[in-house]
């Protein structure tokens, strides 16, 4: 269910303080971010900028406060909201179960090698009281309402005897084994008399002895599984290899067995749940069902009566697991798709290692992430790298493997983008033509959550090798500060790995500030995650070519190239230089240092004092306000930074602070940044000695 369609069903303005709130919760329970709160809360006069970011850091799970997408769905509904139709398994008397449950994948044994040997007797006498009796007891309480129907017609377009009335439903089941003890020798004293060509119907779930139709079932108990399109022996044998918790499974007098499941739902919803994932187990492993109207007032034969040449009967009792709970466990265990454990000591031999995508840094099926300051080049990089990939050529002086490529450009105009991949093939010196794809997102929704599943979905079968994502940011909706954000950010990164079986290659940004004296791998913007998650990050920072006593051509930049790598050891760092459109690697800056300063395109010292410089006048009240929080803070709960709702309250008598107008500020100049929805001070580094 994607609660973003839902949300927009729901006018905030409608909705008191604490239904807001709890949309709020369900958004963060479900996994989306602070933003998307945020947007939808916005068309509420009451909206306050930074509200929903102070409240959203409160909100903390427990046992008991809870609050999931449900309540998002049914606070749509209160305002007319109502799901595709596709999407609708409410088991009317026409309606087909649905398959957006769970799906279980594992198999539970091949059909060619069920045991069909046990031929399934027919009694010669048919005991219809006895019978009538084990199945009574089998799945009613005494005083619970049972169901049948005798009536029947002959539907002539299909061929078969069917129901023709709602028939008997206000007898319970005490009653109907005090007639069977009283009259055991024939089941029509019980039942009635019935059409010995059609058969009997039961219903069998207990109903409240007002009617037949789903809203008078008292217990949403069992499930009703059969087929009509395998042998008979077949159907049993897939039944009991199942292991289906089976309180009751009969002979219709047809082509069908019937086995009466226990689900045990506890509501109507649970029930569905519980029936749909029932239905795919049993599709999954061959056993076709019949789809139609599997709801909990659904009837099935009635054992004891005769059908044509045919009798209806018990074929078992009390089968396969006793709850339906032990037998989804079981499901569970043989569909858990993490790994097995290994024993290290049982071992013949090692597996072999995944082959090497990029020599001495990447291998095929892992994660690379190249970051840098703006303008060094990455995006051109990259290109190198995906060509040279589809070449099989060498990259910054490391052997590429040939493979299939998948570049997604996130960032640059489609045509230009098109432009800038001939530039660099061009320049780069390739003249054949390999298949290189493109594919062009600008502009376009694609958050992770939405481009994941495309993706999988339009690369699927296309065996790339390598999937190249430019940039990192545009795909990443949640807070890059956040670690537990990120780590689901990345767990989307890790599916689209291992369900297309290819590397995935990033590019990212640094952060503010100098970087001359960072660790590389702590250059990188947002949080540790950024860093740890890659099996490789290559960081580039640039460097001072006079230093090593050299000069660059007008336009050209020269960079350092540092690896941090999980599967290698770590590489000397690399120097390049920036000849438009490419990198072009050189040993002659061994002695360069890297730039110093808050813009790594130039070795500028800058103090805050000279940073503040022809800025505008109210971006330095700001800066003001920020130095002397501590001064200006009277809040009992004090944050050792301000929020940007704390300066729009302060500044609030003045025109111009507002919430989007304080984030272009923190984006256009270098003074301040934004973590953990907290404004804080960017002190300049001092000279590199």
């Not at 427990?62 to 305002?79: D, H, M, Q, W």
């Not at 084990?134 to 069917?162: H, M, N, S, T």
């Not at 045990?264 to 569905?272: L, S, V």
């Amino acid at each position: 269910m994607d609660l973003i369609e839902v949300l927009n069903h729901i006018p905030p303005a409608s909705l008191d303080y604490t239904e807001w709130v709890n949309v709020g919760m369900a958004l963060k329970h479900e996994g989306y971010y602070v933003e998307v709160w945020d947007t939808w809360s916005r068309s509420d006069s009451r909206y306050k900028s930074g509200e929903c970011e102070r409240k959203w850091r409160t909100f903390k799970e427990g046992t008991s406060n809870i609050v999931t997408g449900g309540t998002i769905y049914e606070l749509a509904k209160r305002f007319g909201y109502a799901p595709p139709k596709k999407e609708i398994t409410l088991f009317d008397w026409d309606d087909e179960i649905s398959d957006d449950g769970k799906k279980p994948d594992a198999i539970i044994k091949d059909a060619a090698w069920l045991d069909t040997s046990q031929i399934i007797e027919i009694p010669k006498e048919l005991d219809g009281t006895d019978e009538l009796r084990r199945f009574i007891q089998a799945l009613y309480e005494p005083d619970e309402y049972v169901a049948y129907c005798v009536d029947a017609w002959f539907d002539e377009e299909q061929g078969k005897w069917k129901p023709s009335t709602r028939g008997v439903y206000d007898r319970t089941a005490k009653q109907l084994l005090d007639s069977i003890k009283k009259h055991p020798k024939d089941i029509a004293d019980t039942i009635g008399d019935y059409n010995h060509e059609a058969g009997a119907w039961i219903r069998f779930n207990p109903l409240n002895g007002e009617g037949v139709s789903n809203e008078n079932v008292t217990d949403y108990r069992y499930a009703l599984v059969e087929s009509d399109n395998l042998e008979i022996e077949k159907q049993k044998a897939y039944m009991e290899e199942l292991k289906l918790p089976i309180a009751i499974m009969t002979y219709s007098g047809g082509k069908s067995v019937h086995a009466i499941v226990r689900v045990d739902g506890i509501t109507e919803a649970d029930y569905r749940e519980k029936v749909n994932y029932l239905y795919q187990v049993c599709e999954k492993n061959g056993l076709s069902l019949d789809k139609q109207n599997k709801n909990a007032s659904r009837m099935t034969r009635l054992p004891g009566v005769v059908r044509g040449d045919k009798k209806q009967f018990i074929l078992a009792e009390n089968i396969g697991f006793k709850t339906f709970e032990e037998w989804r466990d079981y499901i569970e265990d043989l569909n858990d798709p993490l790994p097995d454990i290994i024993d290290f000591s049982e071992l013949k031999e090692l597996p072999p290692l995944a082959p090497e995508l990029i020599g001495g840094i990447l291998r095929k099926g892992h994660k690379m992430t190249v970051a840098g300051p703006s303008k060094a080049g990455k995006s051109f990089l990259l290109i190198e790298l995906g060509l040279s990939i589809t070449f099989g050529l060498e990259w910054l002086g490391y052997k590429c493997a040939s493979g299939k490529v998948l570049y997604i450009n996130l960032e640059v105009d489609g045509d230009s983008f098109l432009h800038r991949v001939d530039e660099v093939k061009r320049a780069m010196g390739i003249t054949g033509s390999k298949k290189f794809d493109v594919w062009n997102l600008r502009g376009e929704n694609t958050s992770i959550d939405y481009l994941a599943p495309r993706l999988i979905r339009r690369a699927a079968g296309k065996g790339y090798d390598v999937i190249i994502f430019d940039p990192l940011y545009k795909i990443n909706t949640g807070d890059e500060n956040s670690a537990a954000e990120m780590a689901k950010f990345f767990n989307r990164i890790d599916e689209i790995c291992s369900k297309l079986k290819t590397s995935i290659i990033c590019c990212h940004h640094h952060s503010k500030g100098a970087q001359g004296s960072k660790f590389s791998m702590d250059r990188a913007s947002g949080s540790g995650v950024f860093a740890r998650d890659p099996d490789a990050l290559l960081d580039m920072i640039q460097i001072n070519p006079a230093d090593a006593e050299k000069s660059l051509e007008e336009g050209q930049t020269a960079w350092r190239v540092s690896a941090t790598l999980r599967e290698f050891k770590t590489p000397d760092d690399i120097d390049v230089i920036f000849d438009y459109p490419i990198h072009k690697v050189t040993f002659d800056l061994a002695d360069a240092k890297p730039m110093s300063g808050m813009d790594s395109r130039t070795n500028a010292k800058r103090s805050l004092a000279k940073r503040k410089e022809n800025k505008n006048k109210k971006y330095l009240r700001l800066l003001g306000f920020v130095e002397n929080w501590d001064q200006i803070d009277t809040n009992p709960v004090h944050l050792p930074h301000p929020t940007i709702a704390d300066a729009v309250e302060y500044f609030k008598s003045d025109k111009g602070f507002s919430d989007p107008t304080i984030r272009r500020w923190v984006r256009d100049y270098d003074e301040l940044d934004l973590k953990d929805g907290m404004l804080i001070l960017v002190e300049p580094e001092g000279e590199d000695e």
